[in-house]
């Protein structure tokens, strides 16, 4: 029986490694994405346009047009005459933020008075305008600090210090690339398992494994197999574009992340396999995969976090098997998180490896009989 | 005329008869929006974070009750920081505050000194951001509400007021760049994979042997796609507006004018990537790649374009949906902004045209 599971094992991934578009599929398509969205999914915000309505001539207004201009988030300073012009300006998308400064402004400043400034923001942008006034906050506290200390009639509150753990600089990359190799290797491997069933239906050689001594079990565990190795080896390649090319630090144990790997591809090639023995062509087994990939992604804090959801899907998000690798992928990146926490994630991906392998096999009998 | 009207008719029967087709135009586009408006969130709440009280002065329990007094905050109290540490490595708490025991003499001392320490988890940096700047919120609220805290502070207060969108619903800027990602999987992905399905059967072969010319053959296999894009667009903003409770301040007429000028774009790249693969999987994938994945990537409704590095921006350029989002987004929040749906509807019709141009460049050549 073990003969037979290895010879099994080895047609199938001479069949995997045989196909030039599979290589190409393994190699390059992840690299290349990789350096695109690695690049492209930033939630920082850089460049973006200003514009400044001043009607105010003195002194301290300039100053703080001069710092925000400065500031690295800030790509071109527009200056405008008036609100009217700069609604139209805003509504048109030319700018993402603009400051209004009133007549009375350096006055103000110079008494010792709160001095206010109107920042308006474009709503249909929230989360960078969001972001570009954090920064804008921190340089007006700048200004205002340094006022008190240069001149004495001035009294500046207490201060909150904040400290960044894991990422100090806030560099969005440390987040962004690593989740990138665990949802490519992901992806690899629901495509590999999801078009090896409904391929072998479509060319017609299914019938040949029928009648083969291969038990139900056997076809699937042989199916897995190049999964594994694929989703592994994109795996392992991505994250060494995020350690050598985007200079992403390591903290935690390759040993134990690559161990929480195995049940991670384990759980995802067992939903590849459900939708494959679904399938009839290979054009439904792949608009399956596609159907399943999306929402699977979504839910799961690839992108905006898993905490933001309403509890319903977060509840339904926990049957996501990417969730729980994201976290520790993350962790064993940036956090060098313990084994124990390590753990804690990898029995849920356990529990879905085992219900849909199971359901898969099942469904392979079934189709079988 | 009438020939064209009966392939139309033909084509027509085949999309209605075909799974995948009802698939991607009837069943994903409410998953994805629903998908966008609820689990693709970038609104931070109930944020758990730790409160360390190490003194037990009336202030600092005075601060630390505003914290847990706060909407947005779901507060874990501890005594000792390393009780909070341990669960920022975990994952279970995303930052945490720390009064500390001389917090009082702190208050006092003003001047800008640290009084509280604010540390947050940034291995998620958005996250990390919006959320040391609601807690210093509240630390800044709190000194302001104090009774007696002396003469008011010199500081420059920025007043903000976002526009379009005040109550900052995250929500009501994805759900119309939804939209789009939905319209380019019916314009592009349905199109791309029925004709290269077409192709590689042969029976676009046997189609060009019919008396009908290509334009008319395009066109026949284009203008069901083009009423189903329409019909889709419709669907999709009205569940926007009745069920997701995205504004409508623009018209409807401007929004369907300009999702009928994003079809053109997607339906060109739908053709020219059937026409360069003629291959079912290959088209599928070149579909994923260059349409359905850029038009939530690239097109500025998740991700800030002006926050890209230079060479992708200038992807950007040549992805319909970067036009289609930004007018959308305009439509349903910002009302009928004329010069800038003309100009959108200016670059997609471009963008357009170089798909048709390459596509024609390429099927005459393989006619020969």
Not at chain 1, 232 to 247: S, Y
Not at chain 2, 76 to 100: C, D, N, Y
């Amino acid at each position: 029986m073990l003969g037979r599971l290895l010879a099994s094992i080895r047609k199938e991934i001479l069949v995997f490694l045989r196909d030039p578009k599979v290589r190409g599929m393994l190699f390059g398509l992840p690299v290349m994405q990789v350096l695109v969205f690695g690049f492209a999914a930033t939630l920082e915000v850089r460049h973006v346009d200003l514009a400044i309505v001043n009607d105010d001539a003195g002194r301290w207004s300039r100053e703080m047009i001069s710092r925000a201009s400065a500031a690295s988030f800030v790509g071109r300073v527009v200056h405008l005459d008036n609100m009217e012009e700069f609604s139209a300006r805003l509504a048109r998308r030319e700018v993402l933020l603009g400051l209004h400064f009133p007549a009375d402004f350096s006055r103000d400043v110079a008494l010792g008075r709160p001095a206010n400034v109107q920042v308006v923001i474009d709503g249909r942008r929230a989360n960078a305008g969001q972001v570009a006034f954090s920064y804008m906050t921190a340089i007006a506290a700048g200004l205002g600090l340094e006022l008190a200390g240069a001149e004495p009639q001035f009294v500046t509150p207490p201060q909150a210090e904040v400290r960044h753990w894991f990422n100090p600089n806030l560099n969005y990359r440390w987040f962004m690339v690593p989740n990138l190799a665990a949802t490519l290797s992901m992806v690899i491997a629901l495509m590999i398992t999801g078009s090896s069933i409904s391929r072998e239906r479509e060319l017609g050689t299914f019938d040949q494994l029928l009648i083969s001594p291969s038990t139900p079990l056997e076809i699937i565990v042989s199916k897995t197999i190049p999964a594994l190795l694929g989703g592994g080896i994109v795996g392992i390649l991505v994250v060494g574009v995020a350690i050598f090319a985007f200079d992403v630090p390591f903290y935690g144990s390759f040993a134990l992340m690559f161990a929480a790997m195995f049940p991670f591809i384990l759980s995802v090639s067992g939903v590849g396999l459900l939708v494959s023995s679904l399938a009839n062509t290979q054009q439904q087994s792949m608009l399956g995969v596609f159907l399943i990939l999306s929402p699977t992604i979504m839910i799961s804090g690839f992108a905006t976090p898993f905490e933001n959801m309403p509890e319903w899907l977060q509840y339904i998000g926990q049957a996501s098997p990417l969730k729980h690798f994201l976290l520790i992928v993350q962790g064993s990146f940036l956090k060098s998180m313990p084994a124990a926490d390590v753990w804690s994630n990898v029995w849920p991906l356990l529990i879905i490896a085992a219900v849909s392998f199971t359901t898969a096999t099942l469904f392979v009998q079934r189709r079988l009989q | 005329m009438r020939r064209l009207w009966a392939l139309i008719k033909k084509e027509s029967y085949q999309i209605l008869r075909d799974p995948a087709a009802m698939l991607i135009t009837f069943v994903l586009p409410p998953i994805l929006l629903f998908l966008f408006a609820f689990a693709v969130s970038l609104d931070v709440k109930n944020v758990r974070v730790g409160v360390v009280l190490e003194g037990d002065g009336p202030a600092a329990q005075d601060l630390a009750a505003a914290f847990e007094a706060t909407p947005y905050l779901r507060v874990t109290p501890a005594r000792h920081r390393e009780q909070v540490e341990s669960k920022l490595v975990s994952g279970e708490l995303k930052a945490f505050a720390v009064i500390p025991a001389d917090f009082e003499a702190r208050l006092l001392e003003g001047q800008g000194r640290a009084a509280i320490q604010i540390v947050t988890d940034a291995s998620n940096p958005n996250t990390s951001t919006f959320t040391a700047a609601y807690m210093q919120g509240v630390f800044s609220g709190w000194l302001q509400s104090r009774e007696g805290a002396g003469p008011e502070a010199a500081a420059i207060r920025l007043e903000p007021r976002f526009w379009f969108n005040p109550e900052l619903q995250s929500r009501r800027t994805l759900v119309p760049g939804a939209i789009a990602v939905v319209m380019t999987m019916i314009g592009t992905m349905l199109t791309a994979l029925v004709v290269s399905r077409e192709w590689e059967r042969g029976t676009m072969e046997a189609m060009l042997a019919t008396p009908a010319t290509m334009g008319e053959l395009i066109l026949s296999k284009l203008l069901p796609y083009f009423v189903l894009g329409g019909v889709a667009s419709a669907g999709c903003a009205f569940l926007a507006v009745q069920v997701l409770g995205v504004p409508m301040v623009g018209s409807f007429g401007a929004l369907m004018l300009i999702s009928a000028v994003f079809l053109v774009p997607a339906l060109g790249q739908g053709l020219m990537i059937s026409t360069l693969s003629k291959n079912q999987l290959v088209a599928m994938q070149l579909a994923v790649m260059s349409g359905y994945l850029p038009s939530f990537l690239l097109s500025g409704f998740v991700f800030e374009i002006q926050s890209m590095p230079a060479f992708i921006q200038k992807i950007t350029y040549i992805i319909p949906a970067r036009y289609y989002v930004s007018s959308l987004q305009t439509v349903f929040l910002a009302g009928d902004v004329w010069p800038l749906f003309l100009r959108d509807m200016a670059s997609m019709l471009a963008v357009g045209a170089l798909f048709f141009g390459i596509t024609r460049l390429k099927s005459k050549k393989g006619l020969d």
